[in-house]
């Protein structure tokens, strides 16, 4: 499963908006680009920065990821 498609269940699963977890070097914009696949995958800090602000540990989103 890609990180954008991981991303989208963490949302649905945690009742988030993209405008939820937008802050720090994360930006609405960011969000978008990798919901739509423009952007393919994101930095290690950044991927790390998304995960922390969806209020999961890494193994949690790697765990949700791997569950659809």
């Known amino acids: 499963m890609s990180f954008s498609t991981a991303l989208a269940a963490a949302l649905r699963h945690k009742g988030l908006r993209e405008a939820d977890i937008v802050g720090g070097d994360i930006s609405s914009s960011y ?8 952007l393919r995958e994101p930095t290690w800090p950044k ?7 969806l209020g999961m540990s890494l ?10």
């Open 47 to 53: 991927a790390c920065e998304i995960v922390d602000r």
């Open 31 to 38: 969000i978008s680009r990798l919901l739509s696949g423009q």
């Open 59 to 68: 193994e949690e989103f790697r765990s949700l990821s791997e569950s659809d």
